[in-house]
Each structure stands twice: as structure tokens, then as C-alpha cells.
């Protein structure tokens, strides 16, 4: 976990450092086609097998939202601090929380709906709104966190259907051909340092989804989940250190606040799958 957050923070730092130099358009779409290099091992056994009307919809619903979050992340990264980026990302549980109960009939508890309560609250303290004016940036990453709650929320039909790696390599290519024409509307010529500088971020990225997903297998939540606040406050020190950006103390106090919930959620949902939870009505805290 800590080299899958190390991992996140450096795609972050990847794409703030291009800034606005590429419309966020092109430079997602360079990312994820330097990503498909690393997944072409996994996609074309799956290409070939093929695969059902039903699920072929659901890949193409999952490449459209994850098109317009990454878009919508790309110019959010080059408008505000590393730091209000990551804070704000975590909403995309609580996002996929919800639209679970919303739209697969998933049960929320009291418990439950009281801390996706202290998550908002911990959103609400990052941006402060009311407080300071809200930037586009802010706005951008607000429909990110949202849309990719979405396309989580897809992945997870879909990962009933077929294998994670297959789920992850599909994304990679709808996405990439769900930008290529939003890249081509505003295309500039890339340099050899920007081109080398996404696939970093392409490598990173995939780099940090193997550590976690690894993480995911070697040790519980209860020791993992915890380890992603670190990377606030990695990112904290690299927009400092790296991009002089001011260390908001309100982004740490409600990344933490986001996190803590989170953690909640994820360690108590956790027990209940194991049985420790001993009420009969457990099912009913869910």
C-alpha cells in the first residue's frame, strides 16, 4: 500500500507538472494509450474470446463515464493544488456507497448513512464553499470524483461477469477510443519530454493498481485501508516541495475526516463478510 500510494502521488505529480501546456483531452488520452502497452498481454486473449451483447454495452457505459472523469481530472490536475485533488478523489467511495444503494438495492444503515454524512462534511470542509470562491478546478474534480464513482460502480457489474484483469484492460482501450476524438478537436504536437513524461504517468498508474491490488491480497483492510491517508499527505509535500504550492491545513483536516470515514465503512463491511459481527439482524446494518 505504501507503493501503491507512492505510486498515485508520482501520477499526480506527472500531470501537474505538464499544467496546461496539453488540453486535458490529449494528454488523457496519450496516458491511457501508453497504458494499453502495459495490458496487451491480458487484451487480446479476452478480444478473442469475445464476449456478449450485454457485457460489450456495459464495457462501452463504463469507457463513456470513465472518459468524461478522466477528462474532467486531467483539468482539474493542472488548475489546483496536488493536494485538493487527492482530498477531494475521496469522495469516489462514498460516491460508489450510495449510487450502490440507489441503484442495486444495496442496504445502508444508520451507521453507514451517518458516516458518508461526516465523509460530506470532510468535503465540505476541503472546499468551503461560501468561504473562499470555488475555481473550476474544484468544480472539475466534484464531476470526476462523481463520474468515476459511476464507472466503479459499472466495473462491479462487470466484474460478476468477467475476470478484474479483463474488466481493467477493456477500460484502458474504450477509454482511449472514447478520447481520441475529443483529443483530435484541439490536438498540439506533444514534445518528447511530454510524450515521455505520460508514459511515466501510464506506468505509475499501472504500477499502483498491481501494489494495491497485491496489498489487497497479502493483508486486511484493517492494515491497508489506513495507509491511504498517507498519500494526502505525500501529496501535500509534493505540490509544496515540487510545485511551491501553500499547505492548507483545512485540505488535511478534511481529507482526514473523508479517510476516517471511509475507513469505517470499509473495516466494518469487512468484519460483517467475515461473521464476526454476531446480531442475528446484522444483515440489517449493512
Known sequence: MLTAGLSFVAVNGTVRWLGQALPAAEGAFIRFAFGLVFLIPMLVPALQRGFTPKVWGLFVLRGGL????????????????????TA?????PIVVTVGAALLMGEKISWRRALAIAVALAGAMIVLRPGLRVLEPGHIAQLGASVTFGASYLVAKRLSEQV???????????TVCVGLA??????????????CAVLACTAFFATAGHYAMTRAFAAAPLTVTQPVVFLQLIWASLLGA???????DVWVLVGGATMIGSICYI???EARLRRGVTPP???DKEL
Open 181 to 194: 476524438p475529443f483529443a483530435a478537436m484541439n490536438w498540439v504536437a506533444p514534445t518528447a519530454l511530454q
Open 266 to 268: 470499509t473495516l466494518r
Open 88 to 92: 477531494i478523489g475521496f469522495l469516489n
Open 66 to 85: 470513465h472518459t468524461v472523469a478522466v477528462i474532467l481530472w486531467f483539468f482539474a490536475m493542472a488548475r489546483i493544488t496536488v493536494a485538493e485533488v
Open 280 to 282: 442475528p439482524d446484522a
Open 241 to 247: 516541495v515540487i510545485f511551491a504550492e501553500p499547505v
Open 163 to 173: 475476470p478484474a484483469s479483463v474488466v481493467v484492460a477493456m477500460m484502458s482501450l
